[in-house]
Structure formats: structure tokens, C-alpha cells
């Protein structure tokens, strides 16, 4: 059995950071239909920098966000008849799961008639060391990219060989 010096300790320590740093968020995405840009979408989540971050956007994407006042209705049905009421096309939803130091964004955009039309997942493949409103501002972004398929920074659950470390955390 090799034993290590202490003085190599640091090395592989910092290697490790450095593997986990450079990965970028995991992401996976699909969609059947998309909104086009004279659309009007609610957007409801359950954490302010998620969905603050998910209404700019989709304002980035062309689409008028609308306000609704009051919590997210608990059935699909009732975010399907409010869109009808507030006269939206779409709504998302956004999704915050896991600890703080792991985070998961999960998104999802329903038309009318309650039936989802994308969906995309984002999350580090290690704890993230920084704070939790930050990371979900960056996940939002990347859930909603691969959902959309605009890009995939990260690398797909389903293909872990596409991790791509040469682009920035904020590239598009």
C-alpha cells in the first residue's frame, strides 16, 4: 500500500476543487412547443431569485411577463385557468430542491390546457461553495436553456461526456 507525503496533500485537494469547479451545472432539458416572443407568461416559483431571475429571462426572450398577485394555485388545472383568467399563454414554474450546498433547479412551462410543453433540470455535481441565492440565479438560467435548448453549458445527465469547462459559468 503507497502512502502519501502531506506535502502532496494540498495538490490533490486543490485538483479536486479545481475538477469540481470547472464542470459546471449538470442540465437536461426537453420541449414539445415553445412560446413565440407576442406571448404572455406567469412565471411562480417557490424562492424570489429563482423567479425573479426566470421574469428577466423571459423578458430577455421577447415574452411579456405578467403579475399575479396571491399564491401559485395547488393543481395544474388551477394554473391552467388562471393563465386563461390573467390572458397568458404559458406559465412556469419554478422549482428549488436539495440543501444549500447542492441545489437543484427544476423548470417547467404548462400552455392552457395544463399540458407541459418543456421542462429542464440544472444542478452542481458537487456542493457549490457559494450562497444559495446565487446559485439558483445561475441554475435558473441553465434549467431554462436547456429546457428552451438554447444551450447546454453544463453537461446532460444522460451524456456526461459533454462537460464543456471551456466555457464561462455566465457564457450564453
Not at 415553445?34 to 428577466?56: C, F, K
Not at 390546457?113 to 450562497?131: D, I, K, L, S
Amino acid at each position: 500500500m503507497s502512502r502519501r507525503s502531506p506535502a502532496s496533500m494540498p495538490m490533490t485537494v486543490a485538483t479536486f476543487l479545481l475538477a469540481g469547479a470547472c464542470g459546471g451545472p449538470v442540465t437536461d432539458g426537453v420541449r414539445t412547443e415553445l412560446p413565440s416572443r407576442a406571448d404572455r407568461i406567469i412565471v411562480w416559483g417557490d424562492h424570489p431569485a429563482a423567479v425573479a431571475t426566470a421574469r428577466i429571462w423571459f423578458q430577455r426572450q421577447g415574452l411579456t411577463v405578467l403579475e399575479i398577485p396571491g399564491p401559485m394555485p395547488a393543481s395544474v388545472t388551477g394554473l391552467a385557468q388562471t393563465a386563461v383568467d390573467a390572458g397568458a399563454s404559458h406559465v412556469a414554474v419554478i422549482r428549488h430542491v436539495g440543501d444549500l450546498r447542492a441545489p437543484m433547479v427544476s423548470v417547467s412551462g404548462l400552455d392552457t390546457a395544463g399540458v407541459t410543453r418543456w421542462t429542464g433540470t440544472a444542478r452542481y455535481p458537487a456542493y457549490a461553495p457559494r450562497p444559495l441565492s446565487d446559485s439558483l440565479v445561475r441554475l435558473t438560467c441553465r434549467a431554462l436553456e436547456a429546457a428552451w435548448g438554447i444551450t447546454h453549458a453544463g453537461r446532460s445527465w444522460f451524456n456526461s461526456g459533454t462537460e464543456n469547462c471551456g466555457a464561462p459559468e455566465g457564457s450564453r
